[in-house]
């Protein structure tokens, strides 16, 4: 009984795919999914301008002139970025 090349590619692909699939069917994985360490969310030290506009729901150009003007929250400019200290900013926040 002769058998035909691609009956012998499927019989040898069953074979390897039952065999891969009997090592990934661990029961005991090492960290169940519940468990699994969570990332950090970090929180910025710093916002930008435009995020502050998108905070106060105001046109980036007047949250430029608050940042610009300002005195109630510390403002740190970085060659011509502006970034706005996140505490001062929602201690100024919470304020009002």
Known sequence: MEV???????????EI???I???TSDSN???EPENRPRAATLKPL???VDEIAQLL???PRAAYNLCNTTKDF???RIGTSIRVNRESFEAWF???
């Open 4 to 14: 035909s090349g691609a009956k012998l590619h499927a019989n040898f692909l069953s």
């Open 17 to 19: 795919s039952s065999a």
């Open 21 to 23: 699939s009997d090592e």
């Open 29 to 31: 994985p090492a960290v």
């Open 46 to 48: 710093v916002y930008r």
């Open 57 to 59: 729901a105001i046109s």
């Open 74 to 76: 510390r403002v740190v």
């Open 94 to 96: 919470a304020a009002l």
